[in-house]
């Protein structure tokens, strides 16, 4: 059984700078993603990546977070640069056993039910 640990979560101004990471405990799922979640609103997919290193995002980030994996480590990160009040949420680190198809990784963003594993979140406030 996969377990997910979130860290690098904290407090900063607008205009700062957060890095993120997600360790695995045991191998690290061929898909992994980062989803966020404020108090009232529902789920929202921000980033995610395959093994083979391709990479997906929501339009509200592009540009300004980067989404990265390290095998070895078993680890996952996003980097998030430019933070901008509405970025506040909780983030949730998730992971996916391998399934393939065409268009699959662009898909789940949107459909965080498709994930096996999900880590416990790490607080991100961004305060104007």
């Known amino acids: 059984q996969v377990q997910l640990a979130e860290s690098g979560g904290g407090s900063v101004q607008s205009g700062g700078s957060l890095k993120l990471s997600c360790l695995a405990s045991?191998?690290?799922?061929?898909?992994m993603a980062w989803f966020r979640q404020s108090p009232g609103k529902e789920r929202e997919g921000v980033a995610a990546?395959?093994?083979?290193?391709?990479?997906e995002y929501t339009d509200a980030v592009k540009g300004r977070f980067i989404i990265s994996r390290d095998l070895a480590k078993k680890s996952t990160y996003l980097e998030m640069d430019n933070l901008k009040p509405e970025d506040t949420a909780m983030y949730y680190c998730?992971?996916?056993?391998?399934?393939?198809?065409?268009?699959?990784?662009?898909?789940?963003?949107?459909?965080?039910?498709?994930?096996?594993?999900w880590g416990q979140g790490v607080q991100v406030t961004v305060s104007s």
């Open positions: 998730a992971g996916r056993q391998y399934f393939g198809g065409q268009n699959y990784l662009s898909s789940l963003l949107t459909r965080p039910g498709e994930f096996d594993y």
């Open positions: 045991t191998s690290s799922p061929f898909y």
């Open positions: 990546i395959e093994q083979d290193e391709s990479t």
